[in-house]
């Protein structure tokens, strides 16, 4: 590629990535997608520019997003303070939280996506998410269970962590779906 067309190009993702970051402050970055999508380029092609781009250190990479060096998310003191709220709540029901919606009411949707971005809070489902720790618990709980059972129904997860379907079904299908358990009938079984 001709130097000027690599400049013009290196701008054009800047000024992309510029008045992506101003309108939504607190992502991490832009989807690679959406990017790719927007410049209307090449898989291929693309691929190796954002990699020189990177090796440049005009932008970072982080998996699925892409921001400019520098971009980082800032909470205000009151995304602070609905911060605080939505984890408080999380806290005082770690098996039973407040629903995706719910902490929306609370912090607002951007502050609630940049806590599933930072990975302070997991999303099992479009209504469901944990604070990290807690998912982690769940995880960790289920698996010793199933060792030491070789399975685990909906109605024993739900009895073991007190709390309802509404939750464990959700976190079920999602341990099915990364890998974790295999669904057998009622059961869930340990992925091998």
């Not at 690599?6 to 309108?23: F, P, R, T």
């Not at 205000?76 to 770690?94: F, G, H, L, M, Y």
Request: net charge positive.
């Amino acid at each position: 590629m001709e130097k000027s067309a690599w400049q013009s190009q290196v701008s054009k993702i800047e000024e992309l990535l510029g008045s992506y970051h101003k309108q939504f402050p607190l992502r991490r970055g832009m989807p690679r997608e959406e990017m790719k999508s927007r410049l209307q380029a090449n898989p291929r092609s693309f691929n190796l520019f954002i990699k020189k781009m990177v090796s440049e250190n005009k932008v970072v990479e982080g998996g699925t997003w892409i921001s400019l060096p520098g971009h980082e998310i800032r909470f205000d003191p009151r995304q602070q303070a609905s911060i605080k709220t939505v984890i408080d709540q999380c806290a005082a029901n770690p098996f039973s939280p407040p629903t995706i919606k719910e902490m929306q009411t609370f912090a607002g949707e951007e502050v609630v996506i940049a806590l599933f971005e930072s990975g302070e809070l997991v999303q099992v489902s479009p209504e469901v998410a944990f604070r990290k720790n807690d998912y982690e618990l769940l995880v960790r709980k289920i698996r010793d269970y199933i060792e030491k059972h070789g399975q685990i129904s909906v109605a024993e997860a739900r009895d073991q962590f007190n709390t309802s379907r509404k939750y464990i079904l959700p976190l079920m299908e999602h341990l099915d779906s990364s890998g974790v358990t295999v669904r057998d009938g009622d059961f869930r079984r340990l992925k091998k």
